[in-house]
């Protein structure tokens, strides 16, 4: 994409939360040293989200998100670890994606860091992360963010439209003014190998490591 000079975008619109920007400024200078991360959710009701061959399971459709936050505010990732598990469910026929899984993250700046999925609830019961650093704690929706520094829990709303955000800073770097964009093709490339190398962990029962700039 770089070669071609095309303009690139991807909808990874959690990097245009303004709570999230908040908490890259609170790890500036207490860097993450653990992240836990999660989506505990319902099945989505398209069938082809419940084929592995077609949407890729849900730590590629979904978690995806959560991997690209946790990238956005910690690094590269070197090295995962997942496992997978599946129930058969009456209600949803041909379902074969993982009902259930986990990953450990490695990440380059020493970082460790663990990931938690399922489709198994009838509600959205939990997506978000939680970072952890020097006398910090951090927890962070695409709602808000709770900011724990030993001296109470407060919350911050998120404000504004991150989707818009992010549909503004495209539409302005197609038309040449300063781009803005926070997620190109190849940052995007870079978390779904992550998604992907999960998945191959899952599989193969082993440590799978990502090479530095993949």
């Known amino acids: ?5 095309l303009v690139t975008a991807v909808g990874y619109h959690w990097r245009y939360i303004d709570t999230v920007e908040e908490a890259r400024r609170r790890l ?3 860097p993450p040293q653990l992240l836990s991360g999660y989506w505990l959710d319902s099945t989505p009701p398209p069938q082809w ?9 849900q730590m ?6 959560i991997i690209d936050l946790a990238r956005y505010l910690a690094g590269d ?36 860091g663990n990931l938690a999925s399922t489709c198994l ?29 030993g001296a109470g829990r407060p919350v911050q ?3 504004g439209d991150p989707v818009w955000r992010e549909d503004r800073d495209f539409i302005d770097a197609v038309r040449g003014e300063p781009n803005r964009i926070r997620c190109s093709y190849g940052e995007a ?11 191959q962990s899952a599989r193969e029962g082993r440590a799978i490591d990502i090479p530095a700039g993949k």
């Open 28 to 30: 500036a200078d207490r």
């Open 121 to 149: 609830l009838n509600w959205g019961h939990r997506v978000g992360l939680h970072v952890f650093g020097e006398g910090l704690a951090l927890e962070l929706t695409d709602h808000d963010i709770m900011i724990d520094v």
């Open 77 to 112: 990732v070197t090295q995962v670890f997942g496992l997978a598990g599946h129930k058969d469910r009456e209600q949803f026929p041909g379902l074969d994606v993982a009902t259930a899984s986990t990953a450990s993250l490695r990440f380059a700046n020493g970082a460790i």
């Open 1 to 5: 994409m770089e070669a071609a000079d």
């Open 189 to 199: 490339l870079k978390t779904h190998r992550v998604a992907l190398a999960i998945n």
């Open 157 to 159: 709303h998120a404000q």
């Open 60 to 65: 590629v459709e979904q978690t995806t998100h």
């Open 49 to 57: 989200w419940w084929h592995q061959d077609q949407s890729g399971g």
